[in-house]
């Protein structure tokens, strides 16, 4: 397998543009976690879904971030408008089932809002 | 809410043991995980203890969980510099609610 496979893996855009950052799971996997990276806060949880439906997303940080999984291989995390304070490493995790506790991270996506 | 914390630097010898320290606040915890982070690349799950547990041993790595005092240690035997990496605590609730640390930034000096 592949593991979890992320894209793109850079993205510079600018202020107020619309960011999307998709993440493929690993095959069977049915849980799906998206995470944020900064020095200042470390590595967030923002959002996870089970079997494609969202079921945390308690660390969405405000309505400019929106996450759909529309199909069991396929993830999308949505920044609009996007800002400077979202420049972050988004990291996306799948696990499977009853071991769901055992993630697999991808390589991530590298952000940066100018 | 929950807390993980560990010290954010550790610095060793080549062929010495390294030892990185966690605390954490959670006493609902029921796994409790180590994570290896290598440069530009995603966190890797290298170890996880079950809260019912007080030890782990695989190959290098010895977990050491004090429950008691919310306390967990990854310990790396004959460091290599292939070691060198950040080092994340983390903790969850039955695979949920997961917190991580800040991380442990391990350089191993020749």
């Known amino acids: 397998d592949a593991g979890v496979i992320q894209s793109p893996r850079h993205e510079v855009t600018e202020m107020g543009q619309e960011v999307t950052l998709r993440c493929k799971p690993i095959s069977g996997h049915d849980y799906l976690f998206w995470y944020r990276q900064t020095m200042m806060r470390g590595l967030e949880l923002l959002i996870y879904f089970n079997n494609n439906v969202p079921i945390d997303d308690s660390g969405m940080p405000e309505d400019r971030f929106s996450a759909k999984m529309p199909n069991a291989s396929f993830s999308t995390l949505k920044i609009q408008p996007s800002e400077p304070r979202d420049s972050a490493v988004y990291f996306c995790a799948s696990s499977f089932g009853g071991r769901a506790h055992e993630q697999f991270f991808g390589p991530g996506t590298r952000l940066t809002v100018l | 809410g929950e807390d993980v914390e560990q010290s954010l630097f550790l610095s060793v010898r080549e062929g010495d043991s390294s030892v990185i320290n966690c605390t954490y606040t959670?006493?609902?915890?029921?796994?409790l995980y180590w994570y290896k982070q290598e440069p530009g690349a995603g966190l890797q799950l290298l170890t996880y203890i079950f809260s019912n547990m007080d030890m782990k041993q695989d190959q290098r790595l010895t977990v050491l969980l004090n429950k008691k005092d919310k306390h967990l240690s990854l310990r790396i035997a004959d460091t290599q510099t292939g070691d060198s990496a950040i080092y994340f605590c983390a903790e969850s609730s039955y695979g949920q609610n997961f917190v991580f640390g800040p991380g442990t930034r391990l350089s191993v000096l020749p």
């Open positions: 959670d006493s609902s915890s029921t796994y």
